[in-house]
């Protein structure tokens, strides 16, 4: 006959809780690692060394090209670079685990050991934060203001994580008139499916709808792209969205100091040249004396740091 269980006295010591089990890290997505981790990660990588793996060599093992090298090589961090462009590339295999992984086979064990201890805990972190807001009752948001939120301004293009957590990043903003789509076309063909690999923001083809126009071309242009090319034509005078976005860009860029905003002139005009773009070097499609470098001058211009 089995013995009835004793219920422990008032003096007795509470039974020990579980341990917490470790986060499993192959299935923890880069973007759980904090900017603080990120940006130690790149002072042992970012310096170019003989003797240790470097982020040339990481970004060999992320099955990186040559000119995708050279490209991330004109970033100021180009690890940081390198991780943000792994995790829009692979948003399911971009795993924290899968980063472990490469950095113990590329020997790099001086990073592992020192930086360990930060990625369980920010993993651990990431993972709580997802517990608190699935524990979080659901509500519907009292409408009280037009002015969007910084949440409604993720989840606005079509590789954008819907959650918030990634936000899809692009080498240019390219503000055009519907009447110059075919000549876009052609720069998403001469930019993108070639040796450049650059990474456009086409309106018509990454933006979601549903959002304010304003509102996207504001964020998109300020904080998702480096630089913005204008295709100017005779249709751009015409239109009010590209005159916001070219005003906006140039308001980010007095004088044009950053080299923000490029205007490249896409046919022949029987208008003035728009004022405000004349103290800008152009590209100029129209030349058929220059044409023959004129992509390759507008790469170089948005590869630029």
């Known amino acids: 006959m089995a013995a009835a269980p004793v219920d422990p006295g008032p003096g007795s010591s509470p039974s020990p809780s579980p341990a917490v089990s470790p986060p499993d890290l192959h299935a923890m997505p880069m973007v759980a690692l904090n900017y603080s981790l990120r940006r130690r990660l790149s002072l042992y990588l970012n310096p170019r060394a003989a003797a240790a793996a470097d982020w040339t060599t990481l970004a060999e093992a992320l099955g990186c090209e040559y000119l995708e090298i050279r490209r991330l090589e004109a970033r100021p961090d180009p690890t940081a670079a390198l991780l943000e462009d792994w995790q829009c590339r692979c948003p399911g295999g ?3 685990g899968r ?7 590329l020997g790099r064990d001086d990073v592992l050991l020192d930086l360990s201890g930060s990625v369980e805990e920010d993993c ?5 934060k997802k517990q608190e807001e699935a524990d979080q009752p659901l509500q519907v948001p009292a409408v009280d203001s037009s002015v969007p939120r910084t949440s409604e301004l993720m989840g606005i293009t079509t590789r954008d994580d819907p959650y918030g957590n990634r936000a899809e990043m692009f080498d240019a903003f390219i503000c055009y008139c519907q009447k110059d789509l075919q000549f876009v076309q052609e720069m998403i063909r001469e930019l993108e499916q070639t040796e450049f690999k650059l990474k456009l923001c086409v309106f018509d083809r990454d933006v979601l709808p549903g959002t304010c126009v304003w509102s996207i071309s504001g964020e998109l242009i300020e904080r998702r792209c480096r630089r ?3 295709v100017i034509s005779d249709d751009y005078l015409e239109s009010d969205e590209c005159d916001f976005q070219t005003k906006f860009a140039l308001s980010l860029s007095p004088g044009a100091r950053l080299k923000r905003l490029i205007p490249v002139k896409c046919k022949t005009m029987k208008n003035e040249f728009p004022s405000i773009l004349r ?3 152009i590209c100029d499609y129209t030349n058929p004396c220059t044409k023959k470098w004129f992509w390759t001058r507008l790469a170089k211009s948005l590869m630029l740091p």
């Open 279 to 281: 103290f800008i070097t």
């Open 94 to 96: 971009a795993t924290v």
């Open 124 to 128: 651990r972190k990431y993972l709580q």
């Open 99 to 105: 980063l472990l992984d490469l950095l113990r086979r």
């Open 228 to 230: 913005m090319v204008v």
